[in-house]
C-alpha cells in the first residue's frame, strides 16, 4: 500500500513557474514508476509526465515537454514536476500516481492516487 500527498499547487500568472511535490508513504518507493496527471474542469484526466524507478527514464505529454520537468528523489520518497512557462490551458487538478507500466510510456497501469492539487494559471 502507497499513500500519496501532493503539494505545492496555486493561483500563478501565465509565464511562471510553480513546482509540484509528492510524497509517498511505504518503504517501497523506489519499486514504483511515478506519473503526474492533471483533470481539467469539465475534461478528461490526461497524462502529464512519468518518471522510472532509478529516475533514469521520463516521459512526456505533448503538450508540455520542454516546458514540465519530472524527478524523484527516493532517498526522500518524493517525486516532483517543475513546471515552468505556465499557461492558462495548464489549469488543472494535478495528481500524482504510483505503479505506472514503462512500455506504455508510463500513461497506464497505475494502482495508487492522490488527492490532488489545483493549479490555476491567469491570463
Known amino acids: 500500500q502507497v499513500q500519496l500527498v501532493e503539494s505545492g499547487g496555486g493561483l500563478v500568472q501565465a509565464g511562471d513557474s510553480l513546482r509540484l511535490s509528492c510524497a509517498a508513504s511505504g518503504r517501497t518507493f523506489s519499486m514504483y514508476t511515478m506519473g503526474w496527471f492533471r483533470q481539467a474542469a469539465g475534461k478528461e484526466r490526461e497524462f502529464v509526465a512519468a518518471?522510472?524507478?532509478?529516475?533514469?527514464?521520463?516521459y512526456y505529454a505533448d503538450s508540455v515537454k520542454g516546458r514540465f520537468t519530472i524527478s524523484r528523489d527516493n532517498a526522500k520518497n518524493t517525486v516532483y514536476l517543475q513546471m515552468n512557462s505556465l499557461k492558462p490551458e495548464d489549469t488543472a487538478v494535478y495528481y500524482c500516481a504510483a505503479g505506472g507500466l514503462v512500455n506504455t510510456g508510463g500513461r497506464y497501469g497505475y494502482d495508487y492516487w492522490g488527492q490532488g492539487t489545483q493549479v490555476t494559471v491567469s491570463s
Open positions: 518518471i522510472s524507478r532509478s529516475g533514469g527514464n521520463t
